[in-house]
C-alpha cells in the first residue's frame, strides 16, 4: 500500500531514538489489536508508525500544519501545544507522505484525545499508543489485558486515566474527551444492564 521502508526511515530522521522506538512499538501493538478487533491491519500499522511524525518540531509549526490538516481544531484544542502533534501528523501524513485514506488520516489525528464513536482502526491507534512494549506507568500491564478483552472498557478506562490529569495540569479539558468519555461510559452501563 505505502512504502514501510520509505515511512522508518523518514521517521528516523524526525525522531529521537526513543521515539522512534515507540512508533515502531505502537505500529507493532496496533497490529496485534487489529488482528484481535477486526480492523485493517496494514492500515494500523502505518497509522501506528506515522501517529507521532510531528511530536518533535516546535510548536509553532505543529500548529501551523494542524491547521491545515483539513479536522477542525476546537478552541480548547488551540490552547492546547501537547496536542497540536496529532492534526499535524495527520497533515503530514497526507500532504509529504501522501497517506490519502481518510480512516489513517483519522486514527494520527484523534490518537491522542479520542472522540466519541471512533472507527475501529481510530480506537485500535488510540489503545495502542498507551499500551505499547515500552510504556511503564503503573497500570500498563492491565491496560494491555483489557485492551484485548473488552476495548471499550480499555478506552474508558484510558480516559478515565486521562481526565483528571488534564484536570490536576489545570489545562483545558479537550471536547472530543469529554465526548468520548460519555460515548464509552454509555456503551459500558449499557453493558452492565443487560
Ligand atoms: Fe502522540
Ligand atoms: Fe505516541
Not at 512499538?25 to 487489529?34: E, I, P
Not at 499535524?88 to 489525528?109: E, F, K, M, N, P
Amino acid at each position: 500500500m505505502y512504502n514501510i521502508d520509505d515511512i522508518k526511515a523518514t521517521l528516523k530522521i524526525r525522531l529521537s531514538k526513543k521515539r522512534f522506538t515507540h512508533s515502531i512499538n505502537v505500529a507493532d501493538a496496533a497490529v496485534r489489536l487489529a488482528e484481535k478487533w477486526g480492523a485493517d491491519k496494514d492500515k494500523a500499522y502505518i497509522a501506528g508508525l506515522v501517529h507521532d511524525i510531528c511530536k518533535e518540531i516546535p510548536h509553532q509549526e505543529q500548529l501551523i500544519m494542524a491547521r491545515k490538516s483539513g479536522f477542525e481544531l476546537t478552541a480548547d484544542e488551540e490552547a492546547a501545544p501537547p496536542l497540536y502533534h496529532a492534526p499535524a501528523g495527520a497533515y503530514y501524513a497526507r500532504s509529504v507522505l501522501g497517506i490519502t485514506d481518510s480512516d489513517i488520516l483519522g486514527a494520527i489525528r484523534f490518537h491522542t484525545i479520542g472522540t466519541e464513536n471512533m472507527s475501529l482502526l481510530e480506537e485500535v491507534i488510540f489503545l495502542a499508543d498507551l499500551i505499547s512494549e515500552e510504556r511503564d506507568y503503573k497500570d500498563a500491564p492491565k491496560m494491555r489485558r483489557l485492551a484485548f478483552e473488552d476495548k471499550d472498557r480499555a478506552i474508558l478506562e484510558a480516559l478515565r486515566f486521562q481526565l483528571p490529569d488534564v484536570i490536576g495540569k489545570a489545562s483545558y479539558l479537550p471536547a472530543h474527551t469529554v465526548k468520548a468519555y460519555n460515548h464509552y461510559l454509555r456503551i459500558y452501563l449499557q453493558k452492565e444492564d443487560r
